[in-house]
């Protein structure tokens, strides 16, 4: 991150308490920018397993879904720049309850673009979509031409997301880039249902992982960090490069099966793991991956971190609290 650039920057985080918005707050806070952050949940006892340190910014308890409650926060605090990562964001809990998905991903997109285009003063909104979003095409890699398609609830949520950015970006001039990304992974995340947390808990706890698919799906992984530098880039370059309206594939540009991923992690934790085929995934698409090339070439960006490299970093973040359970 450019510290001149973010030094002093009024900098909103929507889903801040979440794996990447925890993650980004941490880093902007290095940079010493004025961070906003809000979240449906705000966690304020801070554990081994959950630390959080709020010490240098302003947190608030709220939803997205609710337009007042984010315009009343632009407005007192004159916000520069806006992160917005703030979504329903498990793909099996949009499929049980798309209404909710629909709102949080959907409503919670225009709301914060509408509150946005009435304050008239933000110099860059960035909005975290998917990979997702492109839904099932033969041909892979993804690339930012390709028609959004998606057919199930998570995946439709995203691209209607991204064709409303689009729309505010078009129509009204605001800066509002997209970023779409495989699978992050990295330290910090607790949500279980993603693959790389719960193999890498399977191996520190000797517990068995259950793998949904047939081990056979194909997915980009990328970590966190490469993810932050990202973000950060667009927000910096947006105005200079004129990046309003793009949308940008974050990619390691190295994907890999399910099965191929689960054998590295032996390597990652010093630990065997054992898996459990089940073979019961539904309404998900089975090959994923994208191409970072429109990133690499505009915005001079790549992934650093290999996959292995990533993987031992998030192993030795886990180690401590896993092993002492």
């Not at 990046?243 to 010093?270: C, H, Q, R, Y």
Request: aromatic content about 12%.
């Amino acid at each position: 991150m450019n510290n001149n650039f973010w030094k002093g920057k009024k900098v909103l985080i929507t889903g801040f308490e979440g794996f990447l918005g925890s993650n980004l707050t941490k880093a902007l806070l290095k940079t010493k920018a004025k961070v906003i952050g809000i979240d449906i949940k705000v966690f304020r006892k801070e554990t081994i397993l959950c630390p959080r340190d709020y010490k240098g910014m302003f947190v608030y308890k709220g939803s997205v879904t609710d337009y007042g409650f984010l315009k009343e926060i632009l407005r007192r605090h004159s916000i520069d720049i806006i992160f917005h990562l703030a979504a329903e964001a498990i793909v099996g809990r949009s499929q049980k309850n798309p209404r909710r998905a629909f709102n949080a991903n959907i409503a919670g997109t225009w709301n914060i673009l509408e509150a946005a285009r009435q304050q008239g003063r933000v110099e860059a909104i960035i909005v975290a979509s998917s990979d997702k979003a492109y839904g099932s095409y033969k041909k892979l890699p993804y690339r930012e031409s390709m028609p959004l398609i998606a057919d199930h609830p998570y995946d439709v949520s995203k691209s209607c997301a991204d064709l409303i950015a689009h729309a505010y970006a078009h129509t009204y001039g605001l800066p509002v880039a997209i970023t779409r990304c495989g699978n992050i992974f990295g330290p910090g995340d607790f949500n279980f249902s993603r693959i790389v947390p719960d193999a890498i808990r399977c191996a520190f706890t000797g517990k068995t992982l259950f793998i949904r698919s047939d081990g056979q799906f194909t997915r980009d992984y990328i970590y966190i960090d490469d993810i932050i530098n990202g973000y950060s880039i667009i927000a910096e370059k947006l105005r200079r490069l004129k990046l309003s309206g793009k949308a940008f594939n974050f990619s390691s540009e190295n994907p890999v099966t399910v099965i191929n991923l689960v054998n590295e992690i032996p390597a990652a934790t010093g630990e065997k793991i054992n898996y459990k085929i089940l073979n019961l995934a539904k309404y998900e698409i089975k090959h994923q991956y994208l191409s970072a090339r429109k990133a690499r070439h505009i915005l001079k960006w790549r992934a650093r971190f290999s996959l292995k490299e990533g993987l031992r970093k998030t192993a030795e973040w886990y180690k401590i609290p896993f092993t002492h359970l």
